[in-house]
């Protein structure tokens, strides 16, 4: 009995949820049209690590110093971005779409991104982010970017462990 019970466990899938106490809300329109307009860029940006700049303003200053930082470096510094942070692969991303709002304490709005990724469009599949913004007066800013999954990680944490020497 109690092995039927473990192999229940652990073929139970994970699924990338709001935490059961949060409750989705509206999305905010300026948030929605931050993040529309930052996936607009990505998805049409050839060398997005190079032309990144264009688009520092959508971040909060931490974050964006993090990611510039992290960009230069290159396999011969023996670290480096091994991973698209945006989409949470190694393949071309193809498309994206909000599914649901949150707010969490410390006036923060989480925003549950599907981006479409794959090796070719045929074939992408659904990777799952969670966006976290930050309010600056009117404007939101991307202040993280968690990764929901079986171990869960966000890109902040992932880039100041990459940076820290």
Not at 53 to 76: D, G, I, V
Not at 100 to 129: F, H, I, K, Y
């Amino acid at each position: 009995m109690a092995l039927a019970l473990i192999g229940s466990v652990v073929t139970t899938p994970i699924t990338a949820a709001p935490a059961p106490l949060l409750r989705p809300i509206p999305c905010s329109q300026a948030a929605t049209q931050q993040l529309d307009g930052f996936y607009r860029w990505f998805l049409a940006s050839p060398d997005m690590r190079a032309q990144f700049t264009s688009q520092k303003q959508r971040f909060t200053p931490e974050l964006e110093e993090l990611l510039l930082a992290a960009f230069a470096l290159q396999p011969s510094d023996g670290r480096f971005v091994d991973f698209d942070p945006f989409s949470n692969t190694q393949v071309r991303s193809y498309s994206h779409r909000i599914a649901c709002c949150w707010q969490e304490p410390g006036d923060l709005l989480v925003m549950r991104v599907l981006v479409q990724a794959g090796l070719n469009r045929d074939r992408a599949s659904e990777q799952t982010l969670d966006y976290v913004l930050s309010r600056d007066g009117s404007s939101w800013h991307i202040a993280d970017i968690r990764y929901p999954g079986e171990v869960s990680f966000s890109l902040r944490m992932y880039l100041k462990q990459l940076l820290s020497p």
